[in-house]
Structures are given as C-alpha cells and as structure tokens.
C-alpha cells in the first residue's frame, strides 16, 4: 500500500529555515504529483505547495511564494519542502499528500479532496 513519511520538522525562531521530507512507497513515486498541506490548530488543513510529476510544474499558495520551495527527488522517492524566513503564523502540522491518478498537477489540486494518501504529519512550531 502507499506509504508517506513526513520528517523534519521542530521548533524554529522567526526568520529561521527548516526543510521537511516525505518519503514514499508503495507505487511508482516517479508517476505522481505531490503536494504539501498544513492545518494550524482550530483551523482547516490549508494547501501550501504542489509539484508535478517531474517537477517541471509547481505553485504555491500566495503567503508563502517567495520563501518556501517545493521540490522532488524521483530516485529517492522523496518530496521536500525548503521553508524560509519563516513566521510565527507558519506553526502548523505538515501534511504531504498524493492522488490515486498518475500525471501533471490532479484536478482541484489546491483541494484536499484532490489527494487519496496522506502522511501521518510533521509539528513546525515557529516562536516570535
């Protein structure tokens, strides 16, 4: 079955950086989009970042263009996430996620009906 692993996560100051990992099993990692989510607490999981298939699309949600960048490693089977800068209003649990379908970015992609596997999630806890 399909596995995802998030890591790398922890406690930040302001303006600090952190980069997460998600590692997949389970299927051809190679064939399928990816995508970050977070959800604060008391909130709604949130799309943060997507990348296609073989990195050659991404987007971002707007408060975080600029300092966070989306990545993939196809051999290793890994997605990353390089976190910049970051703020307070960053604190979240992470979330990588990834559809039943192979191809480019899946439709609703900044949905999380869009995405059928999860990880179980990584704590980034940005202090002021």
């Known amino acids: 079955q399909v596995q995802l692993v998030e890591s790398g996560g922890g406690l930040v100051q302001t303006g600090g950086s952190l980069r997460l990992s998600c590692t997949a099993s389970?299927?051809?990692?190679?064939?399928?989009?990816m995508a970050w989510f977070r959800q604060a607490p008391g909130k709604e999981r949130e799309f943060v970042a997507a990348?296609?298939?073989?990195?050659?699309?991404?987007d971002y949600t707007d408060s975080v263009k600029g300092r966070f960048t989306i990545s993939r490693d196809n051999a290793k089977t890994t997605l990353y996430l390089q976190m910049n800068s970051l703020k307070p209003e960053d604190t979240a649990v992470y979330y990588c996620?990834?559809?039943?379908?192979?191809?480019?970015?899946?439709?609703?992609?900044?949905?999380?009906?869009?995405?059928?596997?999860w990880g179980q999630g990584t704590q980034v806890t940005v202090s002021s």
């Open positions: 389970g299927r051809t990692f190679s064939s399928y989009a």
């Open positions: 990348i296609s298939w073989n990195g050659g699309n991404t």
């Open positions: 996620a990834s559809p039943r379908y192979t191809g480019a970015l899946p439709k609703a992609w900044r949905t999380t009906r869009a995405y059928d596997y």
